[in-house]
């Protein structure tokens, strides 16, 4: 059974830091993109940010170099490096493994809130 488990989200202020962890169990995924999408109230789901299996990277047009994404191949797990946080990062953020065709595998989301 695939699982999809997000950790690090949690309550900062603005202009401090946090990494989010996402790590996928029960196959090897090597094979497929993964990425960080974020929902904030009354907001659409959006990208924040993927890398694919040859490790090229993606950012959405929201983000900026405030935001890195990282991968662990051997561990099927990506990261999310985020500095200098707004209030309008905060959202739940949902990490995903990417399966064109198919049915995404998502994790349950782990909240950001950034107070000012």
């Known amino acids: 059974q695939v699982q999809v488990e997000e950790s690090g989200g949690g309550l900062v202020q603005a202009g401090g830091s946090l990494r989010l962890s996402c790590a996928a169990s029960?196959?090897?995924?090597?094979?497929?993109?993964m990425g960080w999408y974020r929902q904030a109230p009354e907001k659409q789901l959006e990208l924040v940010a993927a890398?694919?299996?040859?490790?090229?990277?993606t950012y959405g047009d929201s983000v900026d170099d405030r935001f890195t994404i990282s991968r662990d191949f051997a561990k099927n797990a990506i990261y999310l490096q985020m500095n200098s946080l707004k209030s309008e990062d905060t959202a739940v953020y949902y990490c995903?493994?990417?399966?064109?065709?198919?049915?995404?595998?998502w994790g349950q989301g782990t909240q950001v809130t950034v107070s000012s």
């Open positions: 890398v694919t299996s040859g490790g090229r990277t």
């Open positions: 995903a493994v990417l399966r064109p065709g198919e049915s995404d595998y």
């Open positions: 029960g196959g090897n995924f090597n094979g497929n993109a």
